[in-house]
């Protein structure tokens, strides 16, 4: 089969020719109909104090169709999507995920995508435990299932933000989670979700997909409830300043570096600083039911689909900023 593999860093991604997978117990493989270039897939072949590993196939976004299973609850043809998780060596054979029932959060979880020990998506055909499949509701669109796991981080983070109805919102960055928290807070009940972004082609999406308003972060009055989706040194700091009395702001952006905020601002306030991880099995579920049922409407977050021997090319590309949300691989074409 065809792969996207990473090299080195400063070198772009390559097409190379692996191995077909076969599905090994408690395992299916799917051939692969979508896969996003998500920013952790980006910031991972940057250098860090801790390299990915040549010969990593990317990809953790992804939905597909089973061609083999060596699990009773799956059969060829079925359609899927899941979570990127394979346990460890001490939890496998349970076949049952994690038993501390720790999830994404267990710091011995290998993510899929992201090791080279566990291919991802970024390729015709990919393995995963069957347990952390979830069928695709009749009807649903594979593209649109494929953006199951960027969708549960906004959806995570709105939940951890605790009650919305009626609430002032103040989403900072217009990406792909900063749209995702954006669909999610609406549906939750925020009576006004402005969207701090920018990027005109982004604003424009933005307003699209509901936002009540765009404007810079400082131009937001009294926001009660701030979404940080950027993840950029002095962000937070900008969050804490412009954040009202019993303020709730919810960390969702991932700062890479060391960051600086004056506490003073945040006690002063009596602010409440929720930083938030990942997502659940119910809540990928939750989304899958939402896209299926029209309660969210997804679609515009996609704005590019490529082939495989695109991706080196666009790759790159979306190091630097862009009008892109969501490109889609579909390697298939």
Same mark, same amino acid.
């Given at each position: ?12 991604? &390559? ?105 991802? &998506? ?38 951890? &933000? ?33 969207? %701090? ?41 900008? %969050? ?57 409407? %997804? ?35």
């Amino acid at each position: 089969m065809r792969a996207i593999v990473f090299q080195t860093e400063g070198q772009p991604l &390559a097409l190379e020719d692996r191995q077909t997978p076969v599905a090994q117990p408690g395992d299916i493989v799917l051939k692969v109909a979508y896969c996003g270039i998500c920013g952790s897939d980006l910031h991972a072949t940057e250098p860090s104090p801790t390299p990915l590993e040549p010969g990593t196939v990317l990809g953790h976004e992804y939905a597909g169709v089973v061609t083999q299973s060596a699990s009773p609850d799956f059969q060829p043809g079925d359609r899927v999507i899941g979570l990127p998780l394979r346990e460890c060596d001490d939890c496998r054979p349970t076949g049952t995920g994690c038993k501390d029932r720790l999830g994404i959060h267990c710091p011995r979880n290998r993510i899929i995508g992201l090791t080279a020990s566990q291919p991802g &998506a970024y390729a015709e055909y990919m393995a995963m435990p069957a347990h952390h499949a979830l069928k695709v509701p009749d009807g649903l669109d594979l593209k649109l299932a494929a953006l199951t796991e960027p969708l549960a981080v906004g959806l995570h983070a709105v939940r951890m &933000a605790g009650p919305l109805l009626g609430a002032r919102v103040l989403v900072i960055g217009a990406g792909p989670i900063g749209l995702a928290t954006l669909l999610f807070a609406r549906a939750a009940g925020a009576r006004e979700v402005v969207v %701090a972004e920018p990027g005109e082609a982004r604003r424009t999406l933005a307003i699209a997909l509901g936002a009540t308003g765009v404007a810079s972060a400082e131009e937001v009055a009294a926001p009660e409830v701030i979404f940080e989706c950027v993840g950029v040194p002095g962000v937070l700091a900008t %969050a804490m300043r412009i954040a009202p009395l019993h303020g709730r702001i919810v960390v969702v952006g991932v700062c890479r570096t060391e960051d600086r905020v004056f506490p003073r601002v945040a006690i002063r306030k009596a602010l409440r600083l929720q930083f938030v991880l990942g997502y659940t099995r119910a809540e990928f579920g939750m989304v899958l039911d939402m896209l299926a049922s029209g309660q969210i409407d %997804a679609a515009q977050i996609v704005t590019g689909t490529i082939g495989l021997t695109e991706v080196p090319a666009m790759f790159e590309s979306l190091r630097k900023p862009s009008a892109h949300a969501k490109v889609l691989i579909a390697p298939g074409d």
